[in-house]
């Protein structure tokens, strides 16, 4: 049975496998405009069975007694974390609600920007899956208020740790991360430092 460090260190090595790239030149173009020799496309592990069931396992973890109904965010990079953390909550016996924040809110129906079945007052999580700038996330954050939900933190998947913890900080006062660029990047260089597994000594 994996311990919280264990799943830590098992998603790492799944996200450097599905979702980590590095590149000298060019450099990638972030949504923010940025460029960046590294990018985090978090989808081939957020949507991955083991890797939406340490993600949930961790989020778990992380939440415990903290006395949140809901957890969710910007549509499209939370939406899996948050399913995760939601069946992986159902099946620990302390169930947590999933819902999303629409980036365009419906012209007809009830033209709601938060879709799930949470009500005004719930006590939530923000989650989103990376944070650079900490835009959407904040995005997410004014619309979850505007619903009249009551945002007690922000979880991220990783904080890229380029200024968007301290942006989100002006707009709540608890911002965690699963993990951060600086430990995904210390493993990386390790395994770039490793010797082949057949080198003979």
Do not use: W
């Not at 365009?104 to 799930?116: P, Q």
């Not at 719930?122 to 995005?139: R, Y």
């Not at 993990?179 to 990047?185: A, N, P, V, Y």
């Amino acid at each position: 049975m994996m311990d919280t460090q264990g799943r830590k260190e098992r998603l790492i090595e799944i996200i450097l496998e599905r979702s980590f790239k590095y590149s000298d030149n060019p450099p990638f173009t972030l949504v923010s405009g940025r460029t960046s020799n590294y990018y985090f496309n978090c989808k081939p592990t957020t949507l991955d069975p083991e890797g939406m069931n340490l993600i949930g396992e961790l989020l778990c973890d992380m939440l415990a007694g903290a006395g949140v109904t809901a957890a969710g965010g910007l549509t499209l990079g939370a939406d899996p974390i948050a399913n995760a953390l939601s069946v992986i909550s159902f099946q620990k016996g302390r169930p947590i609600k999933s819902f999303i924040v629409r980036k365009d809110v419906k012209d007809h129906g009830m033209k709601s920007a938060v879709e799930g079945n949470v009500r005004p007052g719930e006590k939530v999580v923000i989650l989103d899956d990376v944070i650079t700038t900490g835009g959407s996330t904040i995005t997410a954050i004014e619309r979850a208020r505007e619903a009249g939900l009551v945002v007690d933190r922000v979880i991220a998947l990783i904080d890229r740790e380029e200024g968007g913890r301290e942006n989100i900080e002006t707009h709540v006062a608890r911002v965690d991360a699963v993990l951060t660029r600086s430990e995904i990047m210390s493993r990386y260089r390790e395994r770039r430092s490793a010797p082949p597994p057949d080198a003979k000594p």
